[in-house]
């Protein structure tokens, strides 16, 4: 392939500049950035955490300490069950799985619950999902870490009374949560 000459980079330079500096770019482009700024105010301004917000979203992996004498699970099955419990408020399309979660804690006591607890970790969380897993629609979006514990407040905020909700209350609050 033959190399550009300096009049032909010149041209194209020039075209570009036409291009660029022409007002209907500059509206579109003006336009675009300010959509995105926008959306993104206004994502921000539904991040701010209200008095029923679900607020308990530190990392305690190192305070949370098992009783390894009243355990019944081991931690691969910890394992197991984070992702079960994660895939029922996430991966799953069209909301949250409750009998899944419920199936999850009719099998764990409060001493397993932090085991779990600690093998979930910290996941990124919008208060409705995890983020996508395109670049592009991840910056689109406010994601922040949250806990096992905040998940499942959030998740089953909609479910209080029902028998899911109860019992994953009284699990997470006799581990030493708050639910």
Known sequence: MKRPTKTQIKEVAIKTEKVVTSPTFLKLAGVAVGAYLIYKVITKAGDIVT???????????????????????????????AQTLLEASDRYPYGTYDDM????????NAEDFKMIYKAFGMRLYNDYNSPPESWFWQQL???????????????????????????????????????
Not at 52 to 79: C, F, G, R
Not at 143 to 163: I, M, P, Q
């Open 51 to 81: 008095p029923d917000a679900p607020t308990n979203n530190l990392d305690l992996n190192d305070a949370v300490v098992p009783d390894p004498n009243k355990t019944t699970i081991t931690e691969s099955q910890a394992k197991i069950h």
């Open 101 to 108: 979660i419920l199936s999850v804690f009719k099998k764990i």
């Open 141 to 179: 979006d406010n994601y922040t870490e949250r806990n096992l514990v905040y998940w499942l407040r959030s998740e089953l905020s909609d479910s209080k009374g029902t028998e899911v909700y109860n019992l994953v209350k009284k699990i997470v609050e006799e581990a030493g949560f708050t639910f």
